[in-house]
């Protein structure tokens, strides 16, 4: 498994060279705010790793490895995304806490986390009951099966 800064190497590598195919270690350093000598620093161990392309003073590109490990990182944010604000944290606190986060969940967890979200993305309604119990629940502390028992509420 790759280190957190690693991790964010490869996946900002991948964001800046999706248009043009690559990108340059000016752009890498000042989007992660690091010393472009501590970006190349970095490079110089992805490319030893075999997940980039680093010509020095010209280009940085991912090798289809890094590519795949970049993709793999940028769904699994955007899952954690997702997950969150089904939670209904606000998505951009929802986009700070995956960041944090992505990196030391276990592909274990990671699975059954995507397999929530799609589970919950794929419900035959679009609002879940238990979904729409859980939010009231967030917003008034108290399980809407408890305050009314009647047989017009099924929960």
Same mark, same amino acid.
């Given at each position: ?5 690693s991790?964010?190497?490869l ?7 999706r ?37 020095? &003073?010209? /280009?940085?590109?991912?090798? =289809? $490895? @890094? ?5 793999? !990182? #940028?769904?699994r ?46 419900s035959?309604?679009?609002n879940?009951?238990?979904? &729409?119990? /859980?939010?009231?629940?967030? =917003? $008034? @502390? ?5 305050? !009314? #028992? ?6």
């Amino acid at each position: 498994m790759m280190g957190k800064r690693s991790e964010d190497y490869l996946e900002k590598i991948y964001e800046l060279s999706r248009d043009k195919g690559y990108t340059r270690i000016k752009e890498i350093s000042k989007e992660l705010n690091v010393k472009p000598a501590s970006a190349s620093e970095m490079m110089r161990k992805l490319s030893e790793l075999g997940y980039i392309v680093y010509k020095k &003073r010209l /280009f940085v590109t991912l090798t =289809e $490895k @890094g590519r795949k490990v970049a993709e793999s !990182i #940028r769904e699994r944010r955007e899952m954690l995304v997702r997950f969150l604000t089904t939670l209904g944290i606000p998505e951009n606190i929802a986009e700070e806490d995956a960041c944090l986060i992505e990196h030391v969940l276990n592909p274990e967890t990671v699975k059954q986390l995507k397999n929530f979200v799609k589970f919950v993305e794929n419900s035959p309604e679009i609002n879940p009951r238990w979904l &729409r119990h /859980f939010r009231e629940f967030c =917003e $008034k @502390g108290v399980h809407p099966c408890d305050k !009314i #028992r009647t047989k017009t509420l099924v929960c």
